[in-house]
């Protein structure tokens, strides 16, 4: 497996592998490719060396977003913000989630922010649970990086 930074000629395999991650959690994502399409180009906008795709044999297989402009009203300061983090299915639990995420937490250190926030719906308990894998935890006041 290889990780690398995105660039906008991924934007046909991000919106194949977001449709596909996101398959039954559809009250999370966008659902027209139109709208994935705009997301991929807004998440580069944002960040675009925090923008990261796992392949395999030269296929996407998953994708990261670490946007390190973000300021975090519950830190009040920048941090980095986890806005995505998805893998195709049928290579889940094979390592390359929780791969893509220490690479977007290096990325986020390398940038100085010592704080990673991120949003999880509710009843995504896979997200959830691979979250909570990664030591990963919603802090105590029920703010940043929970829901």
């Not at 060396?49 to 300021?71: L, P, S, Y």
């Amino acid at each position: 497996m290889e990780i690398r930074r995105a660039d906008k000629d991924d934007l046909d395999d991000f919106v194949r592998v977001y449709v596909e991650s996101y398959r039954g959690l559809e009250d999370y994502a966008y659902t027209r490719k139109r709208d994935v399409k705009n997301y991929f180009k807004w998440l580069l906008s944002r960040d675009k060396d925090g923008v990261m795709v796992a392949e395999i044999d030269g296929e996407a297989v998953g994708f990261v977003a670490c946007d390190t402009n973000w300021f975090s009203i519950f830190e009040r300061k920048k941090v980095g913000e986890i806005h995505e983090l998805f893998v195709l299915p049928e290579f889940r639990g094979e390592g390359i989630g929780a791969k893509l995420m220490e690479k977007a937490l290096e990325y986020a250190l390398e940038r100085n922010r010592k704080v990673a926030e991120l949003w999880v719906g509710r009843t995504n308990y896979r997200a959830r649970r691979f979250y909570a894998s990664q030591d990963l935890r919603r802090p105590e006041s029920g703010g940043s990086g929970s829901e």
